[in-house]
């Protein structure tokens, strides 16, 4: 149900073209909808009309996050940390934007302090787990994932994830507690059933 928003604050913008409050929130919804060209072009203008205005300094973060130009993202979050040192929604952004350019150390900087803010957050820990175990802090990486089930029990990919981590240490009895329990929460998990079978063949069970 974009499309009523979209038109009521169109009317505002095109009544007044300085209204960069209503030129932000189409950006918004362009984004909602996908439509990056369309989000880009309304952040621009307003932008232009307000160089500091953060809903629309963060928006064109995600912007250029959702369309992988993440060394560009990250010049709008730190633009936005700027403005409001304390902005979650900026650190959490700077944290994804470096670990999909490969600095984990970074990352894992900036995932720290999203959890001085939110300290019961599970995807937060999950995305550092998976920023310690692509450094090879495979032991901080499995830290990081039993915090994650502990706070959500449903989270497959986690499960996973930590089977892979023992696994890579040579700990094939719990690897198959959690391949199994992926398998578990999600039957048709592939990569979890090759993954067991390859522990399986690894300690000798065969059949």
Not at 73 to 97: F, M, S, V
Not at 105 to 123: G, M, Q
Not at 129 to 154: F, R, V, W
Request: hydrophobic letters at 35%; aromatic letters at 16%; charged letters at 25%.
């Amino acid at each position: 149900m974009l499309e009523p928003a979209l038109k009521h604050y169109k009317y505002v913008r095109d009544n007044d073209k300085k209204n960069y409050k209503a030129c932000c929130q189409i950006a918004i919804l362009y984004l909602a909808k996908e439509d990056y060209e369309s989000s880009a072009e309304y952040l621009k203008k307003c932008l232009q009309t307000k160089p500091n205005y953060l809903p629309a300094v963060l928006t064109m973060g995600d912007l250029l996050s959702e369309s992988d130009n993440f060394e560009t993202a990250i010049k709008y979050y730190n633009q936005a940390l700027a403005l409001k040192p304390t902005e979650k929604r900026a650190i959490l952004g700077l944290a994804h934007a470096y670990y999909e350019c490969g600095n984990m150390d970074v990352a894992l900087s900036y995932y720290k302090r999203v959890l001085k803010y939110e300290t019961k957050n599970a995807d937060v820990f999950y995305s550092m787990g998976n920023a310690y175990y692509m450094a090879g802090y495979h032991e901080q990486a499995i830290l990081c994932y039993q915090k994650t089930i502990k706070l959500d029990p449903s989270k497959a990919e986690c499960f996973y994830n930590l089977g892979n981590a023992y696994c890579n240490d040579g700990k094939y009895i719990e690897a198959i507690q959690f391949y199994l329990r992926t398998i578990d929460l999600d039957p048709l998990h592939d990569p979890a059933f090759y993954n067991l079978g390859y522990v399986y063949h690894m300690t000798g069970h065969f059949e």
